[in-house]
């Protein structure tokens, strides 16, 4: 029932895991963290135990529901311009799946009854990979996304912790073989070996999570990525196999897909606002796309 609801609903895939500690990731959590890959983000040093442990976020929880949401573009900016992370094209996802997450939820207790949970996406601390991955919706890659065969990786994780048991999914394996086309592509040599990625040296924590100047070791480096960055899921194999999705909301304003580069270079107050007035472009903030498109052209 849950999962027919969630595909009823608009998601993609849902798979379901035991909440319970982390043991494999804690150690790979630590070391990334005690090697500052996370950069200036400080948050990521916050709520350890919770990362790890759903039962110490959500009391008495016992089940996790992750959840994917498709978000690849049918259209694509044009070629002479600055560039997007495909998934900031639309409506910003947190509003979208909140929304979905929250009727799921109404779902489950109007035909179970009294249960308790919280949604959860890319709002807490919760590492969604490991769960989707444990849930059985895909396996962790190289450039550390989440892959799946049929889908590839241009889809958002959410999740939905319960305290309800369930029947749990298990994991599946790993098919990046032998490829290595993420970690040759890197144009800043962020995926430091395979399925380890340096946050503090990935472009999208230049465009989006670094509030200060840009260093100078990084110029040239871009590829003309203003806001994040999809090369390591562009060159992927598997994702030859993503499809648009049908989710309206995700759809770009139109003059996103229409500007060149000289129109991004003279953008205004009051046309970026026009454009990402709910995107989650504005947490860069117009100074922030300024910087980024100065530091790009320089």
Same mark, same amino acid.
């Given at each position: 029932?849950?999962?027919?609801?969630?595909?009823?609903?608009?998601?993609?895939?849902?798979?379901?895991?035991?909440?319970?500690?982390?043991?494999?990731?804690?150690?790979?959590?630590?070391?990334?963290?005690?090697?500052?890959?996370?950069?200036?983000?400080?948050?990521?040093?916050?709520?350890?135990?919770?990362?790890?442990d759903p039962t110490k976020l959500v009391e008495g929880s016992?089940?996790?529901?992750?959840?994917?949401?498709?978000?690849?573009?049918?259209?694509?900016?044009?070629?002479?311009?600055?560039?997007?992370?495909?998934?900031?094209?639309?409506?910003?996802?947190?509003?979208?799946?909140?929304?979905?997450?929250?009727?799921?939820?109404?779902?489950?207790?109007?035909?179970?009854?009294?249960?308790?949970?919280?949604?959860?996406?890319?709002?807490?601390?919760?590492?969604?990979?490991?769960?989707?991955?444990?849930?059985?919706?895909?396996?962790?890659?190289?450039?550390?996304?989440?892959?799946?065969?049929?889908?590839?990786?241009?889809?958002?994780?959410?999740?939905?912790?319960?305290? *309800?048991? !369930?029947?749990?999914?298990?994991?599946?394996? %790993?098919?990046?073989?032998? +490829?290595?086309? @993420?970690? &040759?592509? $890197? #144009?800043?040599?962020?995926?430091?070996?395979?399925?380890?990625?340096?946050?503090?040296?990935?472009?999208?924590?230049?465009?989006?999570?670094?509030?200060?100047? *840009?260093? !100078?070791?990084?110029?040239?480096?871009?590829? %003309?990525?203003?806001?994040? +960055?999809?090369? @390591?899921? &562009?060159? $992927? #194999?598997?994702?030859?196999?993503?499809?648009?999705?049908?989710?309206?909301?995700?759809?770009?304003?139109?003059?996103?897909l229409e500007m060149n580069k000289k129109e991004w270079e003279?953008?205004?107050?009051?046309?970026?606002?026009?454009?990402?007035?709910?995107?989650?472009?504005?947490?860069?903030?117009?100074?922030?796309?300024?910087?980024?498109?100065?530091?790009?052209?320089?």
């Amino acid at each position: 029932m849950i999962k027919a609801e969630a595909i009823r609903l608009g998601f993609m895939s849902c798979g379901i895991s035991k909440a319970e500690f982390l043991e494999k990731e804690a150690p790979r959590l630590e070391s990334w963290l005690q090697a500052g890959m996370h950069g200036e983000m400080r948050y990521m040093e916050n709520h350890f135990d919770k990362r790890l442990d759903p039962t110490k976020l959500v009391e008495g929880s016992k089940s996790v529901i992750s959840l994917l949401l498709n978000y690849y573009p049918e259209e694509k900016q044009r070629e002479d311009s600055y560039k997007i992370s495909k998934y900031a094209y639309g409506t910003d996802y947190h509003f979208v799946i909140k929304d979905k997450l929250k009727d799921l939820l109404q779902r489950i207790q109007d035909e179970i009854g009294e249960v308790h949970g919280r949604a959860f996406v890319d709002s807490a601390p919760v590492l969604d990979k490991a769960w989707a991955a444990k849930s059985g919706l895909g396996w962790i890659g190289k450039n550390s996304n989440l892959l799946t065969r049929q889908v590839g990786s241009f889809y958002f994780i959410a999740e939905l912790i319960v305290d *309800l048991e !369930l029947d749990y999914d298990t994991p599946v394996t %790993d098919h990046c073989g032998s +490829c290595t086309a @993420c970690i &040759d592509a $890197c #144009p800043t040599q962020a995926i430091v070996e395979p399925y380890k990625v340096d946050g503090s040296k990935c472009i999208s924590y230049f465009t989006i999570e670094l509030k200060e100047e *840009l260093p !100078l070791h990084v110029q040239g480096k871009f590829d %003309d990525w203003m806001f994040g +960055c999809d090369i @390591c899921q &562009d060159v $992927c #194999p598997w994702n030859k196999f993503s499809k648009s999705h049908k989710e309206p909301l995700f759809d770009p304003h139109p003059e996103l897909l229409e500007m060149n580069k000289k129109e991004w270079e003279e953008i205004t107050h009051e046309t970026f606002n026009e454009i990402f007035k709910k995107s989650a472009v504005k947490r860069t903030k117009f100074e922030g796309l300024k910087r980024n498109v100065i530091f790009i052209k320089r």
